[in-house]
């Protein structure tokens, strides 16, 4: 009996397999960065508004109060900024590694589904033609997956752009 998968579809398959799992790796490493940043910046936040309390409080003119309140105005603001420019970092790395390996993958000789299609259904066993009709259903998710991707693509892309500008205008 002839194997009826080509070792090509085999190791494009695994190719594929291991990019999945590369990106979702890569998003997670994402996250992580994002959570790490969220948690360091709360810490430093609550240790700053804890100082600015105690620097309010030891004041006895209501003036000096204000003074100390008015002088961490524009740190805070330039806090803010820093925030943003460091989590828009973190999104566009994130999104430039997705872009590479999408790119990567879409443009790989053995990622042409037509051709892996056709391979596959000429030898396909005789009687197998639900099967074909269902890898018919299959290709047609799978266009149905590339606008996706590159809908998702489009939205990163504008989360990106959502940031900087949240970053330039704080």
Not at 16 to 34: H, I, N, P, Q, V
Request: no cysteine; net charge negative.
């Amino acid at each position: 009996m002839t194997n009826l998968i080509p070792e090509q579809t085999v190791a494009a398959t695994k190719a594929s397999f291991d990019t999945a799992f590369g990106l979702a790796s890569k998003a997670f490493e994402g996250f992580e960065k994002l959570f790490e940043l969220n948690a360091q910046t709360v810490k430093t936040t609550l240790a700053e508004a804890q100082e600015l309390a105690a620097k309010s409080l030891s004041s006895k003119a209501p003036q000096a109060v204000f003074a100390v309140q008015t002088g961490e105005f524009q740190p805070a603001i330039e806090k803010a900024q820093a925030y943003w420019k460091h989590v828009n970092e973190i999104v566009s790395s994130t999104q430039a590694e997705f872009e590479a390996a999408g790119k990567t993958l879409f443009n790989l000789p053995s990622y042409d589904t037509k051709a892996l299609f056709d391979n596959l259904s000429n030898n396909a066993l005789p009687g197998s033609e639900a099967v074909v009709a269902l890898w018919k259903s299959g290709l047609a998710a799978g266009e149905t997956a590339g606008a996706a991707y590159t809908a998702a693509r489009k939205s990163a892309k504008q989360v990106v752009e959502n940031a900087e500008s949240a970053a330039t205008n704080a």
